[in-house]
Antibody, heavy 123, light 108 residues
Framework: QLQLQESGPGPVKPSETLSLTCTVA??????????WGWIRQPPGKGLEWIGT???????YYNPSLKSRVTISVDKSKNQFSLKLSSVTAADTAVYYC???????????????WGQGTLVTVSS | QSVLTQPPSASGTPGQRVTISCSGS????????VFWYQQLPGTAPKLLIY???QRPSGVPDRFSGSKSGTSASLAISGLRSEDEADYYC?????????FGGGTKLTVL
Protein backbone atom coordinates (compact mmCIF):
# COMPACT_ATOMS: atom_id res chain seq x y z
CA GLN A 1 0.00 0.00 0.00
CA LEU A 2 1.53 3.28 -1.09
CA GLN A 3 1.83 5.90 1.62
CA LEU A 4 3.14 9.47 1.70
CA GLN A 5 4.13 11.43 4.78
CA GLU A 6 5.02 15.10 4.98
CA SER A 7 7.54 16.33 7.51
CA GLY A 8 9.06 19.66 8.32
CA PRO A 9 10.60 21.77 11.06
CA GLY A 10 7.43 23.57 12.12
CA PRO A 11 6.55 27.30 12.17
CA VAL A 12 8.40 29.61 9.83
CA LYS A 13 9.15 33.30 10.26
CA PRO A 14 8.33 35.84 7.56
CA SER A 15 11.04 36.20 4.91
CA GLU A 16 12.50 32.78 5.77
CA THR A 17 12.41 29.60 3.68
CA LEU A 18 9.77 26.92 4.21
CA SER A 19 11.17 23.41 3.82
CA LEU A 20 9.13 20.22 3.69
CA THR A 21 9.96 16.63 2.84
CA CYS A 22 7.65 13.90 1.61
CA THR A 23 8.68 10.34 2.39
CA VAL A 24 7.23 7.71 0.08
CA ALA A 25 6.60 4.15 1.24
CA UNK A 26 5.33 1.28 -0.86
CA UNK A 27 6.65 2.55 -4.20
CA UNK A 28 9.93 3.63 -5.69
CA UNK A 29 10.18 7.34 -6.32
CA UNK A 30 12.48 6.44 -9.20
CA UNK A 31 9.74 4.65 -11.12
CA UNK A 32 9.32 6.10 -14.58
CA UNK A 33 5.56 5.81 -14.19
CA UNK A 34 5.18 8.38 -11.49
CA UNK A 35 5.08 12.12 -11.11
CA TRP A 36 5.03 13.64 -7.61
CA GLY A 37 3.40 16.89 -6.54
CA TRP A 38 2.86 19.47 -3.83
CA ILE A 39 -0.51 21.12 -3.19
CA ARG A 40 -1.46 23.57 -0.47
CA GLN A 41 -4.68 24.74 1.16
CA PRO A 42 -4.88 27.92 3.26
CA PRO A 43 -7.16 27.55 6.29
CA GLY A 44 -10.78 27.59 5.20
CA LYS A 45 -9.88 28.02 1.53
CA GLY A 46 -9.45 25.96 -1.61
CA LEU A 47 -6.65 23.93 -3.12
CA GLU A 48 -3.64 25.42 -4.92
CA TRP A 49 -1.16 23.41 -6.95
CA ILE A 50 2.42 24.34 -6.12
CA GLY A 51 4.43 22.14 -8.43
CA THR A 52 5.30 18.68 -9.72
CA UNK A 53 8.48 16.69 -10.25
CA UNK A 54 9.31 13.62 -12.31
CA UNK A 55 11.85 11.10 -11.06
CA UNK A 56 14.31 12.37 -13.66
CA UNK A 57 14.23 15.78 -12.03
CA UNK A 58 12.02 17.54 -14.55
CA UNK A 59 9.87 20.07 -12.75
CA TYR A 60 6.67 21.98 -13.39
CA TYR A 61 5.86 24.96 -11.18
CA ASN A 62 2.86 27.19 -10.64
CA PRO A 63 3.87 30.43 -12.39
CA SER A 64 2.57 32.47 -9.46
CA LEU A 65 5.08 30.76 -7.15
CA LYS A 66 7.83 29.82 -9.58
CA SER A 67 10.31 32.47 -8.48
CA ARG A 68 10.19 31.18 -4.90
CA VAL A 69 9.75 27.41 -5.31
CA THR A 70 12.19 24.56 -5.65
CA ILE A 71 11.10 20.91 -5.74
CA SER A 72 13.73 18.18 -5.72
CA VAL A 73 14.02 14.41 -5.47
CA ASP A 74 16.31 12.34 -3.24
CA LYS A 75 16.25 8.86 -4.77
CA SER A 76 18.50 7.38 -2.08
CA LYS A 77 15.97 8.25 0.62
CA ASN A 78 12.84 7.75 -1.53
CA GLN A 79 11.83 11.31 -0.75
CA PHE A 80 10.97 14.50 -2.55
CA SER A 81 11.14 17.97 -1.08
CA LEU A 82 9.66 21.44 -1.29
CA LYS A 83 11.41 24.72 -0.59
CA LEU A 84 9.48 27.98 -0.65
CA SER A 85 11.52 31.09 -0.06
CA SER A 86 10.65 34.56 1.23
CA VAL A 87 7.47 33.40 2.90
CA THR A 88 4.74 35.71 4.19
CA ALA A 89 1.58 35.13 6.18
CA ALA A 90 -0.17 34.39 2.89
CA ASP A 91 1.85 31.18 2.67
CA THR A 92 0.24 29.81 5.83
CA ALA A 93 -1.52 26.66 4.72
CA VAL A 94 -1.83 22.91 5.00
CA TYR A 95 0.76 21.50 2.62
CA TYR A 96 0.08 18.16 0.97
CA CYS A 97 2.39 15.93 -1.01
CA UNK A 98 0.76 13.62 -3.50
CA UNK A 99 1.40 11.15 -6.29
CA UNK A 100 0.04 11.70 -9.78
CA UNK A 101 -2.00 8.80 -11.11
CA UNK A 102 0.11 6.64 -13.40
CA UNK A 103 -0.72 7.29 -17.03
CA UNK A 104 -1.95 10.85 -16.47
CA UNK A 105 1.50 12.40 -16.51
CA UNK A 106 1.59 15.76 -14.82
CA UNK A 107 -2.16 16.34 -15.07
CA UNK A 108 -3.82 17.16 -11.69
CA UNK A 109 -4.75 13.53 -11.15
CA UNK A 110 -3.52 12.81 -7.62
CA UNK A 111 -4.44 9.31 -6.45
CA UNK A 112 -2.40 9.14 -3.27
CA TRP A 113 -2.03 11.97 -0.75
CA GLY A 114 -0.14 12.57 2.44
CA GLN A 115 -2.17 13.55 5.49
CA GLY A 116 -1.02 17.15 5.14
CA THR A 117 0.96 19.36 7.47
CA LEU A 118 -0.03 22.83 8.65
CA VAL A 119 2.73 25.36 8.20
CA THR A 120 2.21 28.65 9.95
CA VAL A 121 4.16 31.74 8.95
CA SER A 122 4.39 34.05 11.90
CA SER A 123 6.93 36.19 13.67
CA GLN B 1 -10.38 33.83 -7.87
CA SER B 2 -10.00 30.54 -9.72
CA VAL B 3 -10.17 30.17 -13.49
CA LEU B 4 -12.55 27.28 -12.84
CA THR B 5 -15.92 28.39 -11.49
CA GLN B 6 -17.89 26.20 -9.13
CA PRO B 7 -21.00 27.09 -7.12
CA PRO B 8 -19.91 27.69 -3.51
CA SER B 9 -22.64 25.47 -2.16
CA ALA B 10 -25.07 22.73 -3.08
CA SER B 11 -27.52 20.66 -1.12
CA GLY B 12 -29.84 17.69 -1.34
CA THR B 13 -31.79 15.22 0.69
CA PRO B 14 -30.87 11.56 1.14
CA GLY B 15 -31.59 9.54 -1.97
CA GLN B 16 -31.65 12.57 -4.26
CA ARG B 17 -29.42 13.21 -7.25
CA VAL B 18 -27.30 16.35 -7.15
CA THR B 19 -24.97 17.85 -9.70
CA ILE B 20 -22.03 20.19 -9.22
CA SER B 21 -20.85 22.26 -12.14
CA CYS B 22 -17.38 23.43 -13.09
CA SER B 23 -17.08 26.13 -15.73
CA GLY B 24 -13.85 26.98 -17.50
CA SER B 25 -12.58 28.06 -20.89
CA UNK B 26 -10.97 26.80 -24.05
CA UNK B 27 -7.50 27.00 -22.50
CA UNK B 28 -8.36 24.64 -19.68
CA UNK B 29 -11.45 22.41 -19.64
CA UNK B 30 -11.94 22.84 -23.37
CA UNK B 31 -8.52 21.40 -24.04
CA UNK B 32 -7.79 19.03 -21.13
CA UNK B 33 -9.12 16.27 -18.99
CA VAL B 34 -11.17 17.14 -15.89
CA PHE B 35 -10.63 15.56 -12.49
CA TRP B 36 -12.86 15.67 -9.40
CA TYR B 37 -11.97 15.41 -5.73
CA GLN B 38 -13.94 14.88 -2.53
CA GLN B 39 -12.59 16.36 0.68
CA LEU B 40 -14.17 15.28 3.94
CA PRO B 41 -13.66 17.62 6.90
CA GLY B 42 -10.13 17.49 8.26
CA THR B 43 -8.86 15.04 5.66
CA ALA B 44 -6.84 15.08 2.48
CA PRO B 45 -8.71 15.24 -0.83
CA LYS B 46 -9.67 11.96 -2.50
CA LEU B 47 -9.68 11.42 -6.26
CA LEU B 48 -13.26 10.70 -7.33
CA ILE B 49 -13.14 11.06 -11.11
CA TYR B 50 -10.24 11.11 -13.56
CA UNK B 51 -10.15 11.79 -17.30
CA UNK B 52 -13.60 13.42 -17.26
CA UNK B 53 -15.66 10.36 -16.40
CA GLN B 54 -13.52 7.51 -15.10
CA ARG B 55 -13.80 6.24 -11.53
CA PRO B 56 -10.79 4.94 -9.60
CA SER B 57 -11.16 1.54 -8.06
CA GLY B 58 -13.27 1.73 -4.91
CA VAL B 59 -15.29 4.81 -5.84
CA PRO B 60 -18.99 3.93 -5.91
CA ASP B 61 -20.82 4.19 -9.23
CA ARG B 62 -23.13 6.72 -7.57
CA PHE B 63 -20.48 9.22 -8.57
CA SER B 64 -20.21 10.14 -12.24
CA GLY B 65 -18.49 12.82 -14.25
CA SER B 66 -19.14 14.43 -17.59
CA LYS B 67 -17.66 17.13 -19.76
CA SER B 68 -19.07 19.20 -22.59
CA GLY B 69 -17.11 21.95 -24.26
CA THR B 70 -15.69 24.22 -21.59
CA SER B 71 -17.80 22.90 -18.72
CA ALA B 72 -17.85 19.77 -16.61
CA SER B 73 -20.19 18.28 -14.05
CA LEU B 74 -20.06 15.87 -11.17
CA ALA B 75 -23.26 13.98 -10.42
CA ILE B 76 -23.99 12.14 -7.21
CA SER B 77 -27.01 9.87 -7.21
CA GLY B 78 -28.62 8.20 -4.22
CA LEU B 79 -27.24 10.92 -1.97
CA ARG B 80 -26.02 9.71 1.43
CA SER B 81 -25.13 11.59 4.60
CA GLU B 82 -21.49 10.58 4.22
CA ASP B 83 -21.35 12.47 0.92
CA GLU B 84 -21.39 15.75 2.86
CA ALA B 85 -18.03 17.22 1.92
CA ASP B 86 -16.22 19.77 -0.23
CA TYR B 87 -15.87 18.90 -3.92
CA TYR B 88 -13.24 20.31 -6.25
CA CYS B 89 -12.75 20.11 -10.00
CA UNK B 90 -9.28 20.34 -11.51
CA UNK B 91 -7.67 20.48 -14.91
CA UNK B 92 -4.54 21.58 -16.76
CA UNK B 93 -4.50 25.15 -18.03
CA UNK B 94 -1.75 25.97 -20.49
CA UNK B 95 1.17 25.62 -18.11
CA UNK B 96 -0.27 24.83 -14.73
CA UNK B 97 -2.71 22.67 -12.83
CA UNK B 98 -5.74 24.57 -11.60
CA PHE B 99 -8.48 23.74 -9.11
CA GLY B 100 -11.94 25.13 -8.89
CA GLY B 101 -12.88 27.13 -5.82
CA GLY B 102 -14.75 24.19 -4.35
CA THR B 103 -18.39 23.38 -3.64
CA LYS B 104 -19.62 22.58 -0.15
CA LEU B 105 -22.26 19.87 -0.39
CA THR B 106 -24.76 19.69 2.45
CA VAL B 107 -27.00 16.67 2.92
CA LEU B 108 -30.20 17.96 4.50
Amino acid sequence: QLQLQESGPGPVKPSETLSLTCTVAGASISSNSYYWGWIRQPPGKGLEWIGTIYYSGSTYYNPSLKSRVTISVDKSKNQFSLKLSSVTAADTAVYYCAKHRSGDGYNPSFDYWGQGTLVTVSS
Amino acid sequence: QSVLTQPPSASGTPGQRVTISCSGSSSNIGNSFVFWYQQLPGTAPKLLIYRNNQRPSGVPDRFSGSKSGTSASLAISGLRSEDEADYYCATWDDSLSVFGGGTKLTVL
